[in-house]
């Protein structure tokens, strides 16, 4: 099985829901993403109102690269609302029939025999272990899935439905400015239980919030640029790559320079006072 590169490309700002890359500059894009080093990429059935993913799966064609050279992700459960699906608003459904149609469509518009790894999108109270293992069983034995996760699951939500079929990974939300996950168990959890995370949204609310909290970051980031040589995403990047959980942030930038300065990052060891001082600064209260 192809393994997974340290920085994952998001891609739900590719399509319509962000950049609105055509075929072409898409192609152009997951060729780069590979010269870089960068060779998965992080999907949703729903990116682009259920479009994202048939605009990727037409440039990846284009682009002639082997299938194994490369890793994919794809999120499945959400209920959607758009045109062709018409709900009245976002729900969670994890039914064995509806698992199995999404993989499906999600195989079919990234013109793929199989995903790497299928992550179920966000927990739902009437999940049933019992549904979703007779989903996976399928599709595992099949051979359209390779690995199964999930995304934004509690550990409890996680023991509940983890029966037959091993979780690899837990994508969550976790940024310098969203530590939650240090406290609340979760990054404990899976770090015990050796799953994996992935991080959405690794550089939080820092470029786009101005309040006290990003204030606060920006003057402890002050010096760290210069002992480091490093900017300030790098920094926040390295910042929850220095956790001993291995951390995986899933990055949604089009940019080739970003992408440099992301692979960058992994290679900045934090020393330990300076990854504090960061946490003190974004948590607005001194360690107890």
């Known amino acids: 099985m192809t393994k997974g590169s340290r920085i994952i490309s998001g891609t739900m700002n590719w399509g319509q829901w962000g950049k609105q890359l055509d075929t072409a500059a898409m192609a152009s894009l997951i060729g780069k993403c590979i010269e870089l080093g960068i060779n998965t990429f992080d999907h949703a059935d729903i990116y682009g109102g259920y479009t994202t993913e048939a605009e990727f799966g037409k440039a990846f064609q284009q682009t002639k690269i082997d299938r194994e050279a490369l890793y994919f992700i794809s999120k499945c459960g959400i209920q959607f609302p758009t045109d062709t699906s018409p709900v ?9 029939s509806y698992i199995i149609q999404q993989v499906e469509r999600s195989l079919t518009n990234l013109q793929t025999d199989y995903l790497d790894l299928l992550l179920l999108h966000r927990p739902s109270p009437l999940m049933e272990a019992g549904e979703i293992n007779a989903a996976l069983d399928q599709l595992i034995a099949q051979g359209k899935i390779k690995a199964f996760g999930v995304s934004n699951f509690s550990p409890s939500q996680i023991d509940l439905i983890n ?16 530590f939650e996950p240090i406290y609340d168990g979760t990054l404990d959890y899976l770090t015990q239980k050796q799953i994996g995370v992935m991080a959405w949204s690794p550089l939080g609310k820092y470029f786009s919030n101005k309040d006290n909290q990003q204030e606060s970051i920006q003057k402890t980031l002050i010096p760290l640029k210069e002992k480091y ?7 926040l990047l390295a910042w929850i790559m220095k956790h001993p ?13 970003r992408m440099k300065k992301a692979l960058k990052a992994g ?5 330990e006072i300076d990854w504090f001082s960061l946490l003190v600064a974004s948590q607005g209260h001194k360690m107890p």
Do not use: C, M, R, W
Request: proline share 4%; aromatic share 12%.
């Open 267 to 271: 290679e900045i060891e934090l020393d």
């Open 229 to 235: 040589n490093a900017e300030e995403d790098q920094l």
């Open 88 to 96: 009245l608003f976002n729900y969670y459904s994890y039914s064995k």
């Open 163 to 178: 029966e037959n079929n091993p979780i690899i990974f837990n994508q969550i939300e976790f940024s310098l400015s969203h």
């Open 245 to 257: 959980a291995n951390v995986l942030p899933v990055i949604g930038t089009t940019s080739e320079n």
